[in-house]
């Protein structure tokens, strides 16, 4: 049997799947933690995915490994390896000005067109702006620039800091793919290159892709979809990583007609098209995927801790949370949650708060603040979808996963706020399934076709009080 792994570096842990080559069947499954925060030492990434590699067996026997991750976070290295400071994530909104600067020194349509997105604090652009002023002793020191998936393949292969890698500090073994790359408004999908006037324009100083002539800070070669980024010191052929929503993707087999809702720490829109998408309201972003394709995507802050919030606000765990939400009418009998908890990205609104609208003496009760919570939040990715068929994707079907997905009560209320067939997949980590089809994609040279288990698709059943509600609730947000 021929073995393979897939790695999901997320925000909230680090997951690892063995698979059979041949099958697709999972073999092994490994978990560690990672720190909460908006900005992490990657050390604790390092050290969370040694450890579920451990519980995951090992890959002694394995004979090909990928890493997907978080996208946009700043990882910044000095000339000897080492991390210059914790690494911004994408939830750090302390960049918003410095993407307003950015589009106003640029232009929101001329970011559109180059790179194929426009600059929001989530993304890596703004986070090197904010570093640069906010930091310039820091920014000073910084050699390369990495995305978290970027930094711990470059670990895997071996290289980091004197003393603590077999290899050293060679910054230009560094790499990424196009997924990742696209979501640092300094790469372009439809380019397919790095856009170092953008880059410069965010850091203020120049740079280059690894393996390239020329000085300047060191920015990860870009592989395509089957190719490998090396091999570890033991051997094990390492693939070339993706974003986690192009994982998911892939994880999914995600096809023409697929649009993908997934309710993690963040919640996202996707779909999988040919062309390159180019939105200047910087509504939609304009990603690549990792299959060679594009990845239109809208991306919510607010997801599923939007449920845990209100849980732990009513007392109640999540079955409990379905329970009543079940109980009360679509439309929670006017009661409407903003669930801007903490700021907004979709719309861009990183300084928002939550809000509740429409209470009443009578309406004032568990059960209708769980159903508002379940609608607000779906709410806010079924705007993502509109905004998804506004740059031309059209929807067979839409595929719910993540965590919540799972819950009962979110599934069914999901078939009452989307209008077209929701398809909840068995429950899997499927941006870990994805990085294991890049494993065995560039093991083999061919995508490997596993099967995708799913429910049937759930009646469509929209009920347009939701939307209305919540409509006029956000109109002056």
Same mark, same amino acid.
């Given at each position: 049997?021929?073995?393979?792994?897939?790695?999901?570096?997320?925000?909230?842990?680090?997951?690892? =799947? @063995? %698979? &059979?080559?041949?099958?697709?069947?999972?073999? *092994?499954?490994?978990? !560690? #933690?990672?720190?909460?925060?908006? /900005? $992490?030492?990657?050390?604790?990434?390092?050290?969370?995915?040694?450890?579920?590699?451990?519980?995951?067996?090992?890959?002694?026997?394995?004979?090909?490994?990928?890493?997907?991750?978080?996208?946009?976070?700043?990882?910044?290295?000095?000339?000897?390896?080492? =991390? @210059? %400071? &914790?690494?911004?994530?994408?939830?750090?909104? *302390?960049?918003?000005? !410095? #993407?307003?600067?950015?589009?106003? /020194? $640029?232009?929101?349509?001329?970011?559109?067109?180059?790179?194929?997105?426009?600059?929001?604090?989530?993304?890596?652009?703004?986070?090197?702006?904010?570093?640069?002023?906010?930091?310039?002793?820091?920014?000073?020191?910084?050699?390369?620039?990495?995305?978290?998936?970027?930094?711990?393949?470059?670990?895997?292969?071996?290289?980091?800091?004197?003393?603590?890698?077999e290899l050293g500090p060679d910054l230009d073994a560094l790499t990424t793919d196009r997924s990742d790359a696209s979501g640092t408004a300094y790469w372009g999908a439809a380019s397919g290159a790095y856009d170092l006037d953008l880059f410069s324009r965010a850091f203020g100083r120049a740079a280059r892709e690894a393996g390239t002539a020329g000085d300047g800070i060191v920015l990860p070669r870009v592989l395509g979809p089957a190719e490998s980024a090396g091999r570890t010191p033991s051997g094990v052929l390492v693939g070339p990583g993706a974003g986690d929503n192009?994982?998911?993707?892939?994880?999914?087999?995600?096809?023409?007609?697929?649009?993908?809702?997934?309710?993690?720490?963040?919640?996202?829109?996707?779909?999988?098209?040919?062309?390159?998408?180019?939105?200047?309201?910087?509504?939609?972003?304009?990603?690549?995927?990792?299959?060679?394709?594009?990845?239109?995507?809208?991306?919510?802050?607010?997801?599923?801790?939007?449920?845990?919030?209100?849980?732990?606000?009513?007392?109640?765990?999540?079955?409990?949370?379905?329970?009543?939400?079940?109980?009360?009418?679509?439309?929670?009998?006017?009661?409407?949650?903003?669930?801007?908890?903490?700021?907004?990205?979709?719309?861009?609104?990183?300084?928002?708060?939550?809000?509740?609208?429409?209470?009443?003496?009578?309406?004032?009760?568990?059960?209708?603040?769980?159903?508002?919570?379940?609608?607000?939040?779906?709410?806010?990715?079924?705007?993502?979808?509109?905004?998804?068929?506004?740059?031309?994707?059209?929807?067979?079907?839409?595929?719910?996963?993540?965590?919540?997905?799972?819950?009962?009560?979110?599934?069914?209320?999901?078939?009452?706020?989307?209008?077209?067939?929701?398809?909840?997949?068995?429950?899997?980590?499927?941006?870990?399934?994805?990085?294991?089809?890049?494993?065995?994609?560039?093991?083999?040279?061919?995508?490997?076709?596993?099967?995708?288990?799913?429910?049937?698709?759930?009646?469509?059943?929209?009920?347009?009080?939701?939307?209305?509600?919540?409509?006029?609730?956000?109109?002056?947000?």
């Amino acid at each position: 049997m021929t073995l393979v792994a897939g790695v999901d570096s997320s925000t909230q842990s680090c997951k690892v =799947v @063995v %698979r &059979d080559l041949e099958t697709g069947a999972v073999v *092994r499954y490994g978990r !560690a #933690a990672h720190p909460d925060g908006t /900005e $992490v030492d990657p050390a604790a990434w390092w050290a969370a995915l040694q450890q579920a590699i451990e519980e995951a067996g090992g890959l002694d026997d394995v004979a090909a490994v990928s890493i997907a991750g978080q996208q946009h976070g700043m990882v910044t290295l000095d000339a000897q390896g080492r =991390v @210059v %400071r &914790d690494a911004l994530l994408w939830n750090d909104t *302390r960049s918003a000005q !410095a #993407a307003r600067d950015l589009i106003d /020194e $640029v232009g929101a349509a001329e970011y559109a067109a180059r790179v194929g997105v426009v600059p929001v604090a989530s993304f890596t652009a703004t986070k090197l702006r904010w570093l640069r002023d906010a930091e310039p002793a820091n920014a000073e020191r910084v050699a390369a620039v990495a995305l978290p998936h970027d930094w711990l393949t470059w670990r895997l292969l071996g290289y980091g800091p004197e003393g603590e890698s077999e290899l050293g500090p060679d910054l230009d073994a560094l790499t990424t793919d196009r997924s990742d790359a696209s979501g640092t408004a300094y790469w372009g999908a439809a380019s397919g290159a790095y856009d170092l006037d953008l880059f410069s324009r965010a850091f203020g100083r120049a740079a280059r892709e690894a393996g390239t002539a020329g000085d300047g800070i060191v920015l990860p070669r870009v592989l395509g979809p089957a190719e490998s980024a090396g091999r570890t010191p033991s051997g094990v052929l390492v693939g070339p990583g993706a974003g986690d929503n192009a994982g998911a993707a892939l994880g999914l087999g995600a096809a023409d007609g697929d649009v993908v809702v997934s309710i993690g720490t963040s919640g996202t829109v996707f779909a999988v098209t040919d062309a390159p998408v180019s939105d200047e309201s910087g509504t939609v972003a304009g990603f690549a995927d990792a299959s060679g394709l594009s990845l239109p995507l809208i991306a919510t802050l607010n997801a599923a801790r939007v449920l845990s919030s209100i849980s732990g606000l009513l007392s109640v765990d999540f079955d409990e949370l379905a329970d009543l939400a079940l109980s009360a009418e679509p439309g929670a009998e006017g009661v409407v949650l903003v669930p801007y908890f903490e700021g907004e990205r979709t719309p861009n609104l990183p300084d928002a708060t939550a809000s509740i609208h429409g209470l009443t003496i009578a309406s004032t009760r568990p059960s209708t603040f769980a159903r508002a919570a379940i609608e607000g939040m779906l709410c806010g990715l079924a705007d993502g979808l509109d905004a998804v068929r506004t740059v031309g994707v059209r929807e067979k079907r839409v595929l719910l996963i993540g965590g919540a997905a799972q819950n009962r009560a979110v599934a069914a209320i999901a078939a009452q706020v989307f209008d077209a067939p929701v398809v909840v997949p068995a429950p899997g980590e499927y941006v870990a399934n994805g990085a294991a089809v890049q494993a065995a994609w560039a093991l083999t040279g061919e995508r490997p076709e596993w099967t995708v288990d799913a429910a049937p698709a759930l009646a469509v059943d929209t009920r347009p009080v939701i939307r209305e509600q919540y409509a006029r609730a956000t109109a002056g947000a």
